[in-house]
């Protein structure tokens, strides 16, 4: 190893790096992600300095009625495609599978697409993950489906949330329809719960935000922005905090429900992404505030 790769390894972020040297030391970033993704995100906001303070808005969970989640499955060879959007419907999926005792074997005649970094996941439980998409969304998904000749009046199946006591974002209808624009046929089965939390689990929480203390709320759902805003009483709550988006489309929805966005990122295939992101606003705006102070 040459002296100057032994000078540029040195210099990454590593667990050995003083936290004081490390962009978001000393913030606080509030984490309204699901805790089955918070440890994820929250792991990456500490590598990045940042102190994540943790207040799921959402929680995801089993099904109560497995009615027509049995039915697809029953069935599922009749399928061509599964297309998964989240890796909750990916656990979910495959452990009612277990439950019932159905091979995984079924699935050999089936493509099997999801997202960014849930592909680990679906190749962990599948053995075969047949699409990627270049963009990590489902418009990712259809714009890649679309170049397939072959796509149309194929049947694809999409298990999706169950949205309970919030309103559903429009992520999933929104797949649908311009899946079905292509001519495919499909089906979207309830394979998971999605539902809000109760705010008052959140006094302590709730009381640093009021206080100023938090300096990011990070948002990386829709279901995650429509909960929090029944949680607080106005935006004067939350006005001094930046809010942070993982990738665009959380971030158009969270903008069309008032919200003032100024972080997105632009990696949005892994939670990673999201915290360089974060480190990546404060880290320019300390470059600005000293290139003022060098002028004044």
Same mark, same amino acid.
């Given at each position: 190893?040459?002296?100057?790769?032994?000078?540029?390894?040195?210099?990454?972020?590593?667990?050995?790096? +003083?936290?004081?040297?490390? +962009?978001?030391?000393?913030?606080?970033?509030?984490?309204? !992600?699901?805790?089955? $993704?918070?440890?994820?995100?929250?792991?990456?906001?500490?590598?990045?300095?940042?102190?994540?303070?943790?207040?799921?808005? @959402?929680?995801?969970?089993?099904?109560?009625? $497995?009615?027509?989640?049995?039915?697809?499955?029953?069935?599922?060879?009749?399928?061509?495609?599964? @297309?998964?959007?989240?890796?909750?419907?990916?656990?979910?999926?495959?452990?009612?599978?277990?439950?019932?005792? @159905?091979?995984?074997?079924?699935?050999?005649?089936?493509?099997?697409?999801?997202?960014?970094?849930?592909?680990?996941?679906?190749?962990?439980?599948?053995?075969?993950?047949?699409?990627?998409?270049?963009?990590?969304?489902?418009?990712?998904?259809?714009?890649?489906?679309?170049?397939?000749?072959?796509?149309? &009046?194929?049947?694809?199946?999409?298990?999706?949330?169950?949205?309970?006591?919030?309103?559903?974002?429009?992520?999933?209808?929104?797949?649908?329809?311009?899946?079905?624009?292509?001519?495919?046929?499909?089906?979207?089965?309830?394979?998971?719960?999605? &539902?809000?939390?109760?705010?008052? @689990?959140?006094?302590?929480?709730?009381?640093?935000?009021? &206080?100023?203390?938090?300096?990011?709320? !990070?948002?990386?759902?829709?279901?995650?922005?429509?909960?929090?805003?029944?949680?607080?009483?106005?935006?004067?709550? $939350?006005?001094?905090?930046?809010?942070?988006?993982?990738?665009?489309?959380?971030?158009?929805? !969270?903008?069309?429900?008032?919200?003032?966005?100024?972080?997105?990122?632009?990696?949005?295939?892994?939670?990673?992404?999201? !915290?360089?992101?974060?480190?990546?606003?404060?880290?320019?705006?300390?470059?600005?505030?000293?290139?003022?102070?060098?002028?004044?």
């Amino acid at each position: 190893m040459s002296d100057k790769q032994m000078h540029t390894q040195s210099r990454e972020i590593n667990l050995l790096t +003083p936290s004081n040297k490390l +962009p978001l030391y000393g913030k606080r970033i509030l984490v309204t !992600a699901p805790r089955n $993704y918070a440890y994820r995100l929250s792991e990456q906001i500490i590598k990045q300095g940042g102190l994540p303070i943790l207040m799921p808005t @959402i929680e995801t969970c089993y099904l109560s009625n $497995y009615t027509k989640l049995d039915t697809a499955l029953e069935r599922i060879g009749e399928f061509d495609w599964i @297309i998964f959007t989240s890796r909750n419907g990916i656990t979910a999926f495959f452990h009612r599978m277990d439950d019932l005792d @159905i091979p995984v074997s079924v699935l050999k005649n089936c493509h099997l697409s999801a997202l960014g970094k849930d592909a680990e996941s679906l190749l962990s439980f599948s053995g075969k993950v047949d699409l990627i998409p270049r963009e990590s969304s489902p418009g990712g998904i259809v714009a890649e489906l679309a170049k397939l000749p072959e796509i149309y &009046q194929k049947k694809v199946l999409i298990p999706a949330p169950e949205v309970v006591g919030l309103p559903e974002p429009d992520v999933v209808p929104n797949l649908i329809t311009d899946l079905q624009k292509l001519g495919i046929e499909v089906t979207r089965v309830p394979t998971y719960i999605t &539902q809000g939390l109760d705010k008052n @689990i959140y006094s302590i929480e709730l009381n640093l935000m009021h &206080q100023g203390m938090i300096d990011v709320i !990070a948002f990386s759902s829709t279901a995650e922005v429509e909960s929090f805003l029944t949680m607080v009483n106005s935006q004067s709550d $939350y006005e001094g905090c930046i809010i942070g988006c993982f990738g665009p489309y959380t971030t158009a929805n !969270a903008q069309q429900l008032g919200m003032n966005v100024s972080i997105v990122s632009r990696d949005y295939s892994s939670f990673q992404g999201f !915290a360089e992101a974060i480190a990546e606003f404060f880290t320019l705006s300390s470059s600005s505030d000293s290139a003022l102070g060098d002028v004044g």
